[in-house]
């Protein structure tokens, strides 16, 4: 009864069309009522606590220091890098988009900011050069999906939080499978772009490469700090935040000089602006949280899946396929806040990895939001490329079943995850 409760009023609420933290807050008190443990001030601190967390404190550093890279030129040299090195391949705007993809995730870690950037930049490049509309802004949200997975990452920030996993193991995690993911799509825009009769852009000279190379020179370092860091245990992944942020701050303002004061105000706005939306769906799934402790749900989903324990692959198997269903009705952040407090007592009973886990956990709700209806990337792509929500659905169909598999083959061959992460270490 307790279960139903708590998923009935949660769905009721959501169905209301109430917005997602709100919803969270109703659930924890349909809980509270019942179990006739009803009290405001313990609502009120939950959701303060909730809140109250140094490692969250990354969330508002990436976050600015996304916005800064984007509107200070730092993504714009990135891609240009990224044309310098593919550009001239058959298809090669479609690479120049995925290294681009995976060199931007190691800078920002929001899949929203990288979708938003490189559509702005490469979906009228890739349209003029006669490559299908559709297509390219379906291959432009799946490379959204990568930037969650590549450290620094906003997602597992948030589930190392709610789930007490190192947040600097998840980093270094992530880094293969993020690989992985854009090997995938490199292979699926290659079988879709190969019979197209258009003419690449002319092969860039070494110098150009070298020029272009020097040029993101700056942005490319910003990576390399954060994992020498992490891996040297220079800084924390909070402190790791504040460093990309500073950094961005100072090579967008002097090095680039492209960052001016008014455009400095709006990036600290827009920031902001996102955090808040962020840190309320913390505050308000720790209310959740704390009552499905108290609730002992977990308990009761272990004994539900007693019989998939000893088979930890299987078990795998059907979280991954509840997390895509949950995908499909939910953003990233409430997804992880809701799922991470029920599921990781059954992942640890199965004495499957919480690391191996979490990297997979990210993955899938990662391409969750490229998952129609409610994708937050392919509105985002629709919007600033300004298709309909029905072209960007069809094009990016193909690139996100390949990284459904993709995840899969992670699920049947924990080693593609573990053994790189293991080395990184």
């Given at each position: 009864?307790?279960?139903f409760?708590?998923?009935g009023?949660?769905?009721a609420?959501m169905a209301l069309?109430?917005?997602?933290?709100f919803?969270?807050?109703?659930?924890?008190v349909?809980?509270m009522?019942h179990?006739?443990i009803?009290?405001?001030q313990i609502?009120?601190?939950?959701v303060?606590?909730g809140?109250?967390?140094f490692?969250?404190?990354?969330?508002p550093?990436?976050?600015?220091?996304?916005?800064?890279?984007?509107t200070?030129?730092?993504?714009r040299?990135?891609?240009?890098?990224?044309m310098?090195?593919?550009?001239?391949?058959?298809g090669?705007?479609g690479?120049v988009?995925i290294v681009?993809?995976?060199?931007?995730?190691?800078?920002s870690g929001?899949?929203?900011?990288?979708?938003a950037a490189l559509?702005?930049?490469?979906?009228?490049?890739?349209?003029k050069?006669?490559h299908?509309k559709?297509?390219?802004g379906?291959?432009?949200?799946?490379c959204g999906?990568i930037?969650p997975?590549?450290?620094p990452?906003?997602g597992f920030?948030i589930?190392?939080?709610a789930?007490?996993?190192?947040?600097s193991k998840?980093?270094l995690?992530?880094i293969?499978?993020?690989i992985l993911l854009?090997?995938?799509l490199w292979?699926?825009?290659?079988?879709l772009?190969?019979?197209?009769d258009?003419?690449?852009?002319?092969r860039?000279?070494l110098?150009?490469?070298?020029a272009?190379?020097?040029?993101?020179?700056w942005?490319?370092m910003l990576?390399?700090?954060?994992l020498?860091?992490?891996?040297m245990?220079?800084?924390t992944?909070?402190?790791?935040?504040v460093v990309?942020a500073?950094?961005?701050?100072f090579?967008?303002?002097?090095?680039?000089?492209?960052?001016?004061w008014k455009q400095?105000?709006?990036v600290?706005?827009?920031?902001a602006m996102t955090?808040a939306l962020?840190?309320?769906?913390?505050a308000?799934?720790?209310?959740?949280?704390w009552l499905?402790?108290v609730?002992?749900?977990?308990?009761?989903?272990?004994?539900?899946?007693?019989?998939l324990?000893n088979?930890p692959?299987l078990l795998?198997?059907?979280i991954?396929?509840?997390?895509?269903v949950?995908?499909?009705?939910?953003?990233?952040?409430?997804?992880?806040?809701?799922?991470?407090?029920?599921?990781?007592?059954i992942?640890?009973?199965a004495g499957?990895?919480?690391?191996y886990?979490g990297?997979?956990f990210?993955?899938?709700?990662?391409?969750?939001?490229v998952?129609?209806?409610?994708?937050?990337?392919?509105?985002?792509?629709?919007?600033?490329?300004r298709?309909?929500?029905?072209?960007?659905?069809?094009?990016?169909?193909p690139?996100?079943t390949v990284?459904f598999?993709?995840?899969?083959?992670?699920?049947?061959?924990?080693?593609l995850v573990m053994v790189p992460?293991?080395?990184m270490?």
């Open positions: 009864m307790t279960i409760i708590f998923i009023s949660l769905l609420a069309g109430v917005p997602i933290a919803s969270l807050l109703i659930c924890g349909a809980l009522w179990m006739n009803f009290d405001a609502l009120a601190l939950n303060i606590e809140a109250n967390s490692p969250l404190l990354a969330v550093f990436f976050m600015l220091a996304g916005e800064v890279m984007n200070g030129g730092l993504s040299r990135i891609v240009d890098f990224a310098a090195l593919v550009g001239h391949i058959r090669g705007l690479y988009t681009a993809a995976c060199l931007l995730s190691a800078l929001s899949a929203v900011a990288d979708a559509t702005a930049l490469m979906l009228p490049m890739m349209v050069a006669g299908d559709a297509r390219s379906g291959l432009i949200a799946a999906v930037g997975v590549i450290p990452s906003i920030v589930f190392g939080v789930a007490n996993v190192s947040i998840l980093f995690a992530g293969f499978p993020g854009g090997a995938g292979i699926t825009w290659w079988y772009t190969r019979k197209e258009l003419a690449p852009p002319p860039k000279t110098a150009e490469v070298m272009a190379m020097r040029s993101a020179g942005a490319l990576p390399l700090i954060i020498v860091g992490l891996r245990g220079v800084f992944p909070t402190e790791a935040a990309a500073v950094y961005a701050l090579v967008a303002g002097v090095v680039y000089r492209e960052l001016n400095l105000y709006e600290f706005e827009r920031a955090t962020v840190m309320f769906l913390v308000a799934a720790m209310v959740s949280a499905i402790a609730a002992n749900l977990p308990a009761q989903l272990v004994e539900m899946l007693q019989p324990i088979q692959t795998m198997f059907v991954m396929i509840l997390c895509m949950v995908g499909t009705a939910m953003d990233m952040t409430p997804t992880i806040l809701i799922l991470t407090p029920v599921l990781m007592p992942v640890k009973a499957i990895d919480p690391v886990f990297v997979l990210i993955i899938n709700n990662s391409i969750g939001l998952t129609p209806p409610v994708g937050t990337v392919l509105n985002v792509v629709a919007g600033v490329g298709m309909r929500m029905d072209d960007v659905t069809r094009g990016v169909l690139f996100m990284q598999v993709v995840m899969f083959l992670m699920v049947m061959f924990p080693a992460a293991r080395m270490y």
